[in-house]
């Protein structure tokens, strides 16, 4: 076995990991994560109406949005009517989701999601959520 001689140029080895850097990396991951995170929660853009009630949040489940515009977004896939009409009946047989929330603006004509969730009724999704924001009351 060869032996360690001081100044004679043969060091031991050492196979150990330096874990002072790998929890710096650890830590910057975790930050860019939590900052990253809100901000990947994208989705179609829509001014809530305000309510008085506890609002309802989206869970996992089947969203159906109706924008400013009046135009209909299945989750984040935009949708004409007829498309809408012809495609969510198939949609909630194919995917069977736990819970199907309507995201109507508060700017669209009230004809436009009453027509929607006509839609989603006869589609027979007997209970749709309807999301609102939290209304601020000055109580």
């Not at 989705?43 to 209909?72: N, S």
């Amino acid at each position: 076995m060869p032996e360690f001689r001081p100044g004679s140029g043969n060091l031991p080895l050492t196979a150990d990991i330096n874990v002072t850097s790998l929890v710096d990396v650890a830590f910057v991951l975790l930050i860019i994560f939590m900052i990253t995170a809100p901000i990947m929660q994208g989705g179609v853009d829509v001014q809530l109406p305000r309510a008085e009630a506890r609002p309802l949040q989206p869970k996992e489940g089947l969203v159906v949005t109706v924008d400013q515009q009046g135009r209909i977004f299945v989750d984040e896939t935009p949708l004409s009517f007829e498309d809408f009409r012809a495609a969510f009946p198939a949609m909630v047989t194919a995917r069977r989701p736990s819970g199907v929330y309507l995201r109507g603006d508060s700017r669209v004509a009230y004809g436009q999601v009453v027509r929607v969730l006509a839609v989603m009724r006869a589609s027979g999704v007997a209970d749709v959520g309807l999301v609102a924001e939290s209304e601020v009351t000055g109580r």
